[in-house]
């Protein structure tokens, strides 16, 4: 699985430099116990989904032919549903319609 961050990267309360090492030591694969990414979903169905990063060590996940796209990075599974709750809003939640997808659209 080949990892990449979305330009609109969220954090909980992480210091450019911090994200910026993080950021290396996750395309590197280095164990690091208290991180959970917030990614688009691997399939077609979903809005979001949260990872503890350990998991994504895994063999599983390692041997998937897929990209996963980060969208946020947290130091907790409640910090990282924060920023859940944060994407979501500022994604325009209207009429029972989140445009996850289209917030996260990349100009090619």
Same mark, same amino acid.
């Given at each position: 699985?080949?990892?990449?961050?979305?330009?609109? /990267? !969220?954090?909980? +309360?992480?210091?450019?430099?911090?994200?910026?090492?993080?950021?290396?030591?996750?395309? +590197?694969? #280095?164990?690091?116990?208290?991180?959970? /990414?917030?990614?688009?979903?691997? &399939?077609?169905?979903?809005?979001? $989904? *949260?990872?503890? !990063? =350990?998991?994504? /060590?895994?063999?599983? !996940?390692?041997?998937?032919?897929? *990209?996963? #796209?980060?969208? &946020?990075?947290? +130091?907790?599974?409640?910090?990282?549903? $924060? /920023?859940?709750?944060?994407? *979501?809003?500022?994604?325009?939640? #209207?009429? &029972?319609?989140? =445009?996850?997808?289209?917030?996260?659209? $990349?100009?090619?």
């Amino acid at each position: 699985m080949d990892i990449r961050f979305h330009k609109k /990267l !969220y954090r909980d +309360k992480i210091s450019e430099h911090r994200l910026s090492v993080l950021k290396k030591k996750i395309q +590197k694969r #280095t164990p690091k116990l208290n991180l959970f /990414l917030v990614t688009l979903p691997l &399939g077609r169905q979903g809005l979001l $989904e *949260v990872y503890w !990063y =350990p998991e994504l /060590l895994q063999a599983y !996940y390692r041997n998937l032919d897929c *990209v996963l #796209t980060v969208v &946020g990075i947290a +130091k907790s599974r409640q910090a990282a549903f $924060e /920023l859940v709750s944060k994407i *979501v809003e500022d994604a325009g939640f #209207t009429g &029972g319609n989140i =445009p996850i997808s289209e917030f996260f659209k $990349e100009n090619t």
